[in-house]
């Protein structure tokens, strides 16, 4: 890995292979790593969630006083509001990360990203949270708090909190199982070699694992190391960014969906086309110091 200075933003360029030992980092802050893999994941739903149950908990306690019927539209408009956000955004996901492939190849692969991707765990969690857990805890919060100024108010809060940690921990531990059964699969059903395994989802989640270790720092993945379009995309929908040594680098991240302007050019030996090509791709002119 190599560290690069463009315009004063930190990046973190990954290699095949290099062994260059770069500048002493600080310390990565685990806690703000975690946060910010929180929020990439989950940080939209969550508030979308939060507003769309604390708008049902005040219509069902607003009808006939009932913290049962308060709870129960409260759960339902909550998931309502997280799912939605989650879909959206997992059908974006799974269409960058499907964009080499067409007709019904790409809808079934989409469909599969978006399962082992998002929605198994999600749908592991939610089967014990949304006819139980939440139901339950905002319910039985708003009740034991009831007797305080503004407890109803303050045991849905209390309450709602309490599932989000019950939910992200089975979310979490789902999330492992589908890994690990996905691995042992893939273990489980090797070819005869000579032959190249290929897992872009693998390629993403160990991209992620170290933009939660560097926060503050874009990453960017070196075209050169593994230019197949399968992986670029992957790698893009996760939020990473790409290093390019050639204009058939700079294609490929741009097919992958990368925004010109992102794409690291670090190729000083054939700087005089530049200009040129340059301006057809929209590429940006930053200057790149080691």
């Excluded at 990360?97 to 019904?104: F, K, N, Q, R, V």
């Amino acid at each position: 890995m190599s560290g690069v200075s463009i315009d004063g933003a930190a990046v973190a360029i990954v290699t095949a292979g290099s062994a260059e030992a770069g500048p002493a980092t600080p310390v990565p802050d685990r806690a703000a790593g975690w946060w910010r893999a929180w929020r990439d994941r989950f940080g939209l739903a969550e508030v979308c969630g939060t507003l769309a149950a604390l708008a049902g908990f005040a219509f069902g306690y607003a009808q006939d006083g009932s913290l049962l019927a308060a709870a129960a539209l409260a759960t339902i408009c909550e998931a309502i509001g997280f799912y939605g956000c989650i879909a959206v955004k997992t059908g974006a996901a799974a269409r960058r990360a499907t964009a080499h492939l067409g007709g019904w190849r790409r809808l079934a692969a989409g469909a599969w990203h978006a399962v082992r991707e998002q929605l198994a765990s999600c749908a592991v969690a939610e089967t014990v949270d949304g006819f139980l857990v939440r139901p339950g805890c905002m319910a039985g919060a708003a009740w034991l708090l009831r007797p305080l100024p503004g407890g109803v108010w303050l045991g849905f809060a209390v309450g709602k909190a309490a599932a989000d940690v019950a939910w992200y921990g089975l979310e979490a531990s789902a999330r492992r199982g589908v890994s690990r059964s996905a691995g042992a699969a893939r273990t489980g059903a090797r070819p005869a070699t000579p032959y190249l395994a290929l897992d872009p989802a693998r390629g993403a989640e160990r991209f992620r694992e170290l933009a939660a270790a560097l926060p503050g720092v874009a990453v960017y993945d070196a075209v050169k190391a593994n230019p197949d379009p399968r992986l670029l995309a992957c790698l893009h929908a996760a939020g990473c960014r790409f290093e390019a040594a050639s204009w058939t680098e700079v294609r490929a991240a741009v097919k992958a969906g990368a925004d010109p302007g992102t794409v690291l050019y670090t190729n000083p030996a054939i700087r005089a086309a530049v200009p040129s090509t340059a301006t057809r791709h929209r590429a940006s002119g930053s200057s790149a110091r080691t």
